[in-house]
């Protein structure tokens, strides 16, 4: 019988196989957090380009819009009055996409009468909410990468004291979602500076899996060396990475290295297993922080400051307002100390890393991005250009904002 794994053109073989390189050689990397593969195509990024260079973009929005429905002192769609606020505003959403009624649990239904099992294929249940708008600033023209780290630091506290309030207001909900959808490429309908949160009663898919996988991480794994663990001394997963990446920085390696920024408490890197070309992750580097309710006044200026460092380096990238979309990964809801968790409840506290990941589609210039089609969408996520590559990008780019440059004030 003949062995399959010495067989030329077997799997198995390695029998005329060139040493692998990664920037060159098209492999799958692991996403530990969604337990999910991609499929990295570097050599794709050897095709000749022959799509135009863009200008620069100008900004030309006011200050102040009378007919935005988020500058201070409008009025919304729907009839409701924007406070005149100078610095953040938090309302709730006028066209949530949940709603906060209490209502019976659904009735299942079948498309077979036979029944025995068929209604586990239609399946439903409630879902309530509460839905909010977090405007950023009362200047319509800015965006967060033009805005200074004392404005990003009060977008930093609007989003804590929402996480906070909400979660106590409501003791069912279950999840809060902060995110930002920048730029009409991300199907932002107003470009005022803002974000919304989503507030449910259960968790979500994506951050249920990234929760568990942590949870796993920590039960199954031994504390590495050198690397901060969480409040139960167990080890934490996106420490250990973060570690990781430093320690890879701090060798040495160049044009191999995936940090993009580093702060005093936190780092930006293109994560190993990123999806998106230029997908950048912030994480704390130094001790375990569930969420934005346990930031210290240290930790929270220096998130802001990295986030906008993060967003300027986007939009120097190719000299343009760089769209994403970008969300906060946390414990699911803030429970005060000693209050006790409702039956069935877990402590994700005990397991949970926050971080905040930015999801941008751009890929070649300012007008070409990457579309989730074909075997995307059937297979599974494909990138073209390295994180190592997308790395190196960002990190060469200025701090400066590009805009500071053309008109001069830089």
């Not at 001394?233 to 320690?247: F, I, M, N, R, T």
């Amino acid at each position: 019988m003949t062995d399959s794994s010495t067989v030329e053109g077997r799997p198995g073989s390695d029998e005329g196989a060139v040493p692998f390189d990664p920037s060159s050689h098209s492999h799958r990397r692991f996403n530990p957090l969604t337990q999910t593969w991609v499929l990295c195509s570097p050599h794709r990024t050897k095709r000749p380009w022959q799509g135009a260079v863009e200008a620069p973009q100008v900004s030309n929005r006011p200050q102040y819009d009378p007919k935005c429905y988020l500058c201070p002192g409008n009025t919304r769609a729907g009839g409701a009055h924007t406070d005149k606020y100078e610095e953040t505003f938090v309302f709730e959403n006028d066209f949530a996409a949940l709603v906060e009624d209490k209502v019976l649990p659904p009735i299942t239904s079948s498309s077979s009468s036979t029944g025995s099992g068929s209604s586990s294929l239609f399946r439903t249940e409630n879902a309530r909410g509460k839905c909010y708008v977090i405007c950023f600033s009362p200047r319509h023209d800015l965006t967060v990468a033009e805005m200074a780290d004392e404005e990003i630091a009060r977008v930093v506290a609007a989003w804590t004291k929402l996480y906070k309030q909400a979660s106590t207001d409501h003791p069912w909900l279950r999840y809060i979602q902060i995110f930002e959808n920048k730029g009409s490429m991300m199907g932002c309908s107003n470009p005022h500076p803002h974000g919304q949160a989503w507030s449910l009663s259960y968790i979500p898919t994506i951050p249920a899996t990234i929760l568990e996988s942590e949870r796993k991480y920590a039960e199954d794994n031994q504390p590495k060396g050198g690397a901060p663990a969480l409040s139960s001394g167990k080890p934490c997963l996106l420490l250990d990475y973060a570690l990781s990446e430093l320690e890879n920085d701090a060798a040495g390696a160049g044009s191999e290295s995936r940090v993009v920024y580093k702060g005093g408490e936190f780092v930006a890197v293109v994560p190993y297993w990123a999806s998106w070309p230029f997908e950048t992750m912030i994480l704390p580097f130094k001790r375990h922080i569930s969420s934005l309710a346990e930031l210290t006044e240290v930790e929270a200026k220096d998130l802001a400051h990295v986030i906008g460092a993060v967003s300027r380096r986007m939009d120097n990238l190719f000299d343009c307002s760089f769209g994403y979309s970008m969300g906060v990964y946390q414990t699911p809801v803030y429970r005060p100390p000693g209050v006790v968790l409702a039956e069935g409840e877990v402590d994700w506290s005990q397991y949970s890393q926050f971080h905040i990941g930015f999801y941008p589609p751009l890929l070649r210039s300012s007008t070409v991005k990457k579309f989730l089609v074909g075997f995307e969408l059937f297979a599974e996520t494909q990138r073209d250009i390295t994180p190592e590559q997308a790395a190196k990008r960002l990190r060469e780019c200025s701090d400066t904002h590009y805009l500071k440059r053309l008109d001069g004030s830089a």
